[in-house]
């Protein structure tokens, strides 16, 4: 990953779907922190929404650790479906996605992605579905499709590049505070 090719997609990370994800506390936990990672590092961020207005918006805590969020709700599954990316956003080559599910608006999110020439990380640990073997499934065929799957450390160390920088002592810091769920 490219700092300057890079950017995070949080897809529909919403208050009335969170609840019946597995694991779903330390799921919010996760993106919480990956989302705070990169907001460090300057790393664009959006937040999409799949249909707001029965799943409710994104959820409080992510939206407010970004100053200026970006946030496009869809109907479809796919962001890419939907047709509802910022233009601003083609510039991206390298696509960072987490969210949920996964089996469901991730897998097709990233299905559309690849299809548009995108290289595409899944973020393993900063997804989730309602059930383990959904999430598993859908991992395995994002791999299998040609997404890279990684873990948020993998994302922001190798954003960082280096130790010794402002943002590398302010995102250790979280890491020795046992901030990083």
Not at 23 to 28: H, M, N, Q
Not at 60 to 81: G, R, T
Request: glycine share 6%.
């Amino acid at each position: 990953m490219e700092s300057d090719k890079a950017a995070l997609m949080v897809v529909d990370v919403q208050e009335k779907l969170l609840p019946a994800i597995h694991e779903s506390e330390r799921l919010g936990a996760r993106i919480q922190w990956l989302v705070s990672a990169c907001h460090t590092l300057n790393t664009p961020i959006l937040f999409t929404e799949q249909y707001p207005r029965g799943l409710g918006h994104t959820l409080p805590a992510l939206v407010k650790l970004v100053e200026q969020p970006e946030v496009v709700d869809k109907q479809h599954f796919s962001v890419v479906a939907a047709n509802c990316l910022p233009e601003h956003w083609q510039q991206y080559r390298q696509l960072i996605v987490c969210g949920m599910e996964t089996h469901v608006c991730v897998l097709q999110t990233v299905m559309g992605l690849l299809q548009a020439g995108k290289e595409v990380f899944v973020v393993a640990d900063a997804v989730g579905s309602r059930t383990e073997e959904n999430r598993q499934l859908g991992l395995a065929r994002m791999r299998d499709a040609g997404a890279q799957i990684v873990s948020r450390e993998m994302v922001i160390f190798e954003l960082m590049r280096q130790a010794g920088t402002e943002q590398f002592r302010t995102i250790s810091q979280q890491f020795l505070r046992g901030e990083q769920p």
